[in-house]
């Protein structure tokens, strides 16, 4: 298994593009999420995914917009890119199901360093 | 907010156990302690996690007291690559939308 890939590694913007941040898993994982993590700080929730067709806000949604069509893909799009979305993003994904303690574990892809001029 | 407190930094000689302490005092009785661990800006990486009793597994035990308000992560014998940022986080179990990262403990092993 490839876990959780996250494409691309690294973007530079200029203010007001947009562009999608990629998330794939293939670990068929109901729960998929997105953090940010600015300098010395820890992970924020942005959106997240309970499953295909249902996505909700997280801490700081702003400026960002999800959609998930399949179970595999969770795509982050940045709609008019600020300086202020300058910051390394986390892709993550963990099954929900109640069966067993054990699976309730989160995992993360290796990140995209976005730099926006 | 994070739930926790946890120092902001530690040193441990190589080969000696590394002790890091979490206070989380308003735990509730639902919430579970997880702890994580993020090498060099890579993705955070999943530890150990425990509601009540003590737990081990092949990377590191957990240590929660009795009145679980707080806890300590125990890595037997560290190793340069444990070198990382720590995270002690509490949530309800499978409630991800919860994971509240702080600003985690920054560990240092030294040779």
């Not at chain 2, 707080?70 to 179990?93: G, K, M, N």
Request: charged share 15%.
């Amino acid at each position: 298994n490839a876990g959780v890939t996250q494409t691309p590694k690294f973007q530079v913007l200029k203010t007001g593009q947009s562009m999608t941040l990629q998330c794939a898993q293939d670990m068929n994982h109901e729960y998929m999420s997105w953090y940010r993590q600015d300098p010395g700080m820890g992970l924020r929730l942005i959106h997240y995914s309970v499953g295909a067709g249902i996505t909700d806000q997280g801490e700081v949604p702003n400026g960002y917009n999800v959609s998930r069509s399949t179970t595999e893909d969770f795509p982050l799009r940045l709609l008019s890119a600020a300086p202020s979305q300058t910051s390394v993003y986390f892709c993550a994904s963990s099954s929900v199901g109640p069966f067993s303690i054990q699976v309730d574990t989160q995992y993360f892809g290796p990140g995209t360093r976005l730099t926006v001029l | 907010d994070a739930k926790t407190t946890q120092p902001p930094s530690m040193d441990c000689a190589e080969g000696r156990a590394a002790n890091l302490p979490c206070n989380h005092s308003t735990i509730s009785g639902n919430e579970y302690v997880y702890w994580y661990r993020q090498i060099h800006s890579q993705g955070p990486q999943y530890i150990i996690h425990g509601l009540k009793n003590n737990e081990t597994n092949e990377m590191a035990s957990l240590i929660i007291t009795e009145d679980r308000k707080s806890s300590t992560l125990i890595l037997p014998h560290a190793t340069l690559r444990d070198t990382a940022v720590y995270y002690c986080i509490v949530r309800v179990a499978f409630n991800n939308n919860d994971m509240r990262f702080g600003a985690g403990t920054r560990l240092t092993v030294k040779p």
